[in-house]
Each structure stands twice: as C-alpha cells, then as structure tokens.
C-alpha cells in the first residue's frame, strides 16, 4: 500500500518537473536561432461552452498548449519511472 502511493507520487512530481523546466528551457530556447524548434507549440482543445440552467451556470471549456521540449521532457519522465524500483 505505501509502495503504492511512493510511486503515484512519484509520478506526479516527475511529470511536474517536466512541465515546468519544458516550459522553461522551451522559452529560454525560443530566441536561439538552432535551438528554437523546441518552443514549437501547438494549442488545441475547444473554446468555453456554457450551460446555464437557471439554478446553475456551469461552463466546460478544455485549451493544451504544449511545446516539444515538454513534450520530451514528460516521455523522458515516464521511461525514467517505470525504470524506478521503490525499495519496501
């Protein structure tokens, strides 16, 4: 059970560090004439849908902009955690 949840928590640190220091060398790259495909980023999702039902107004709207240093950085975290062995 505690293996368990060392391993979740694990995980989400590794894939947190991965998308901050992404977001950081992604941006620090981007004024690098060699280096500046890493800043390359797509957005994608849908844009705010609102149901309002008198009684509730809920809003639904999902937007993902990532770059392909996050995006090597989160594939480099989830090789390096499935290598991780947690001691009992």
């Known amino acids: 059970m505690k293996n368990n949840f060392l391993k ?24 690098n004439k060699y280096l500046s495909w890493l800043s390359a980023s797509p957005n994608f999702g849908f844009s705010p849908v609102e149901l309002n039902l008198s009684v509730i107004k809920l809003t639904f709207g999902v937007w993902v902009k990532i770059n392909i240093a996050q995006a090597i950085l989160i594939l480099t975290a989830i090789i390096s955690y499935t290598k991780i062995k947690v001691k009992e």
């Open 8 to 31: 979740t928590v694990l995980l989400i640190i590794l894939l947190l560090l991965a998308v901050v220091l992404g977001q950081i060398i992604g941006d620090a790259c981007s004024s």
